[in-house]
């Protein structure tokens, strides 16, 4: 397991995983630890449940809103959490099912932006495609999975979980990870290789 | 954070891996700790079992922001000359947009007298809590103001200069001595204080009453009207429009064929109807559905229920300016007796 796979396992937080899962006598300490927890859960995975949220919605302003929200949940239902342990796999799985949520009702505030700004246009297919546009493309391809695919792959590619751990955010079964695991790369691959042999060597 | 790392079951992949780290590599999430934790704390303050205890921990400072910044929004932009278009032309833009339309209060008609509608238009983007209020209020001023004519503001010019938010209030500061007198021969000053309150919540996301200052000092009267230290939003049922349309936006110019409405309505009405009429004849007319709002949306629009239409075809129509209408019945909360309300958007078909 690499350092970066560490720090996104179900492993407690080194800050915050010793006592709070111990029953407090009284709710001020319940509260403190809530709140040192939450703290600890932002300065830890800020950054990455974001941009987490962006490859599952594509719009920053609304994953830190959903990543937000979703750390307030946690901090809301602190009490009820059976295994504060677990307390990131509770947040990631929040942040999942509020990017999906939020796709599903986004009326208001994105309708009225993607008036404004019209849709993208792709480049013509002599075009090298670099940096922005590739990244925007990619996203955009995102977008165009199944739902469920593009969740399985998020998790997998990006938080690099393991099928358990998937199984486990997103409520579904390890057979079902693996077939749309399998389905979406199969659909991502063309696309990616369309966009040239640049994509993997500036990393 | 490392691309290449290799997932013990998974080390074919690295292609794919580095493609998912890639594509949002450019994106810098702004630091929001300062607003998750005054939003975990103000529950905590709500409860008063509570409220004594850890009132050091994690304190946020007061944020002030100066009128330094002005209006420079992408909203401006269009006003009153080009429409938003859907389906136009594109334009350059980052990889990834950033949400920055904020719901604005305006004051419009209604069969029984004056009520709050609500508006979205583009702001200037921000992560800052007092920006965010400081560029949604300044869109009231007159010389900005609603884009749908039916809707009018009490506010006039200059009326807000700087925005402090505290743990238990948010500062205005008014710019101008013409925001502390009557403003409008209607007597509608009370509604014109609730425009601000309403505006200055839904920027923030969080309910929180409203202190106006002018000059550093507690502003005893604005627009005319004597105010307290501290102005609540009022949230009874009289002050908002029992329906209120959210998209289309005034003056949107369709020309991809379709059209999808959407918007709000007091939990009270039942029925929502819409119709879409050219020169005062209904062309299409349908029944809206409810929805819930949630996530941003929601705190944009204060919680309140919504509505929207599914896809209206409107491809066989001759171009002109049509006239979309929303009408709620509503069985009695927001009046005394069972009425009808509506609102209206003009869009242009091509």
């Known amino acids: ?203 | 954070m490392n691309g290449k790392d290799m997932h013990p079951n998974d080390s074919g992949n690295d292609d794919l891996r580095a493609v998912f780290h890639d594509a949002v590599s450019d994106v810098e999430p702004r630091d929001r700790l300062a607003e998750v934790r005054r939003r975990t704390r103000a529950r905590r303050t709500t409860k008063a079992r509570w409220a004594p205890v850890l009132v050091g921990a994690g304190a946020v400072a007061a944020t002030v922001v100066a009128a330094t910044f002005v209006v420079g929004g992408l909203g401006d932009d269009d006003r009153d000359d080009e429409p938003p278009v859907a389906g136009g032309p594109t334009s350059e833009e980052s990889t990834v947009p950033t949400t920055s339309a904020a719901g604005l209060y305006f004051v419009g008609e209604t069969g029984t007298g004056l009520r709050l509608f609500r508006e979205f238009q583009a702001v200037t983007p921000t992560s800052d809590p007092a920006e965010k209020v400081l560029f949604a209020l300044q869109r009231l001023a007159s010389d900005l103001g609603p884009k749908d004519h039916g809707y009018r503001t009490l506010w006039p010019e200059d009326s807000f200069t700087a925005v402090e938010v505290e743990d238990d209030r948010i500062v205005v500061e008014l710019g101008t001595e013409a925001a502390l007198q009557p403003t409008d021969p209607t007597g509608a000053a009370y509604l014109g204080v609730q425009q601000a309150v309403y505006t200055a919540e839904a920027a923030l996301g969080e309910r929180l009453p409203v202190a106006f200052e002018q000059g550093g000092e507690p502003a005893r009267e604005v627009l005319g009207l004597r105010v307290g230290a501290q102005v609540d939003r009022d949230t009874s049922f009289g002050i908002t429009a029992p329906v209120n349309i959210t998209d289309p936006s005034e003056g949107l110019l369709v020309e991809d064929g379709t059209l999808s409405a959407n918007g709000t309505m007091s939990t009270n009405v039942r029925r929502v109807e819409w119709t879409l009429s050219l020169g005062g004849d209904v062309v299409d007319q349908g029944e809206a559905t409810h929805i819930d709002i949630e996530g941003p949306d929601a705190r944009a629009t204060l919680g309140a229920p919504g509505w929207e239409t599914s896809e209206i075809d409107l491809s066989g129509l001759a171009p002109g300016q049509y006239v979309f209408t929303v009408t709620g019945l509503d069985v009695g909360q927001t009046s005394d007796t069972p009425s009808e309300f509506s609102d209206t958007r003009t869009i242009t078909v091509r």
């Open chain 1, 1 to 203: 397991m690499t350092a970066y796979a560490a720090t996104t396992g179900i492993a407690p937080h080194p800050t915050w995983g010793v006592g709070v899962n111990e029953a407090s006598p009284d709710a001020t300490d319940a509260r403190a630890d809530a709140d040192a927890a939450i703290e600890a859960l932002y300065l830890a995975h800020w950054n990455q449940l974001v941009r987490l949220s962006v490859l599952l919605v594509h719009d920053q302003g609304m994953a830190e809103e959903i990543v937000q929200d979703a750390l307030v949940a946690v901090h809301q239902k602190w009490d009820r959490l059976a295994d504060h342990h677990k307390a990131l796999a509770y947040l990631r799985q929040a942040v999942v099912n509020r990017s999906r949520s939020a796709l599903r009702h986004r009326g208001v505030v994105t309708r009225y932006l993607a008036r404004q700004q019209g849709p993208d246009v792709a480049p013509g297919a002599d075009q090298p495609v670099l940096g922005d546009s590739r990244r925007r493309m990619v996203l955009d391809a995102l977008q165009q999975l199944p739902r469920r695919q593009r969740e399985v792959l998020a998790l997998r590619y990006y938080l690099d979980l393991s099928e358990a751990e998937i199984a486990e955010t997103l409520g579904i079964s390890r057979g079902a990870v693996k077939s749309h695991a399998s389905r979406g790369s199969a659909t991502l691959r063309p696309i990616l290789e369309g966009l040239g042999p640049d994509l993997r060597t500036d990393q």
